[in-house]
């Protein structure tokens, strides 16, 4: 019987966000199960140093792009790059993204729009700049980050849950819209995973993140959302696209009034 393929052997990924956190984890997964990857954040220095460890970890090759994906010229570079060094593009992993916590009537006009541009309009630009290569190259694949603040209401993240909650639906939409191109698009929804963003976010040391006594449910690993990230992108997954990956753990033992409502 032929084995399931959970690999991206031979494959082509953009990764965005990846200098740091999730987005280095899914960078460096999918490069080790044998993609070539192209990986930006808005800083060259910061993500050189990522590539570099990347190529000498791996057998396959990094591309670093200094990009943020809030310009949309930025992005048609990016993905001009990448189809010029790799000839393609076969995976786009949407993973910029960040916040800050607020109470809604406290979030400015342009404290709005910043988490909306970063989390929603950066998607958007990256998966209809890449989106395009991959229909004119007959197909591809697309893994989205949104959160368990895009499934469930949190207080303080009326603008990033917001944004998420959109990323869920547009996941949704494309995968309609772009069947008919062999594009699969698919989402991750997180929940708490210790990075430098978390660690900025909660106003901690990155050492003091996780604060695993204070949390209902396990914290994560940056790898285990990366792994989540692969299967979506390999074969393996060729019949899901428009679903939306929870991937928050489990509640701590004792916790019955969570475990009783999952
Ligand atoms: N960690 C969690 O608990 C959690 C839970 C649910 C969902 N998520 C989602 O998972 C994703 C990664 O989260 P994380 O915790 O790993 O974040 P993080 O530690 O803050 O890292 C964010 C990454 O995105 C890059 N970035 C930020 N703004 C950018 C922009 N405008 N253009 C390009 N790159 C940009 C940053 O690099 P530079 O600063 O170098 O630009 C960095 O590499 C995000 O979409 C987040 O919303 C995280």
């Known amino acids: 019987m032929q084995q399931p393929d959970f690999t991206v052997a031979g494959k082509t990924a953009i990764v965005t966000g990846a200098s740091q956190g999730i987005g280095r984890a899914i960078a460096e997964t999918l490069a080790a199960s044998g993609a070539d990857v192209a990986i930006c954040s808005r800083a060259q220095e ?3 140093p990522v590539a570099e460890a990347i190529e000498a970890e791996t057998d396959n090759r990094a591309l670093a792009v200094e990009c943020n994906v809030r310009d949309r010229d930025a992005v048609e570079a990016l993905v001009e790059a990448t ?3 790799f000839g393609g593009v076969d995976i786009l992993v949407n993973n910029a993204g960040g916040e800050f916590v607020a109470p809604f009537e406290e979030i400015s006009e342009n404290g709005w729009n910043a988490i909306v541009d970063l989390n929603l309009n950066g998607t958007v630009h990256c998966t209809q700049v890449a ?3 991959m229909r004119e190259n007959g197909g591809g694949c697309i893994v ?3 959160s368990v603040n895009g499934q469930h209401a949190a207080p303080g993240e009326s603008h990033y849950g917001a944004a998420k909650a959109a990323i869920i639906r547009l996941t949704e939409t494309l995968s309609v819209e772009w069947a ?3 594009i699969r ?8 995973i210790p990075t430098p963003g978390v660690a900025e976010t909660l106003g901690i040391e990155p050492d003091d993140v996780p604060p695993r006594e204070e949390t209902d449910r396990r ?6 959302i990366a792994d989540v990230v692969q299967f979506l992108a390999s074969p393996a997954a060729s019949f899901v696209t428009g679903e939306t990956v929870t991937a928050k ?3 701590k033992p004792g916790n019955s009034f969570e475990a009783g409502i999952e």
């Open 46 to 48: 910061r993500v050189d």
């Open 249 to 251: 753990g489990v509640p």
């Open 83 to 85: 189809v010029e060094e």
């Open 180 to 182: 008919p191109h062999e």
């Open 219 to 224: 914290v994560g690993y940056p790898e285990e």
């Open 185 to 192: 698009v698919n989402c991750v929804a997180p929940g708490l």
């Open 144 to 146: 989205n980050l949104s």
């Open 131 to 133: 989106g395009k290569v």
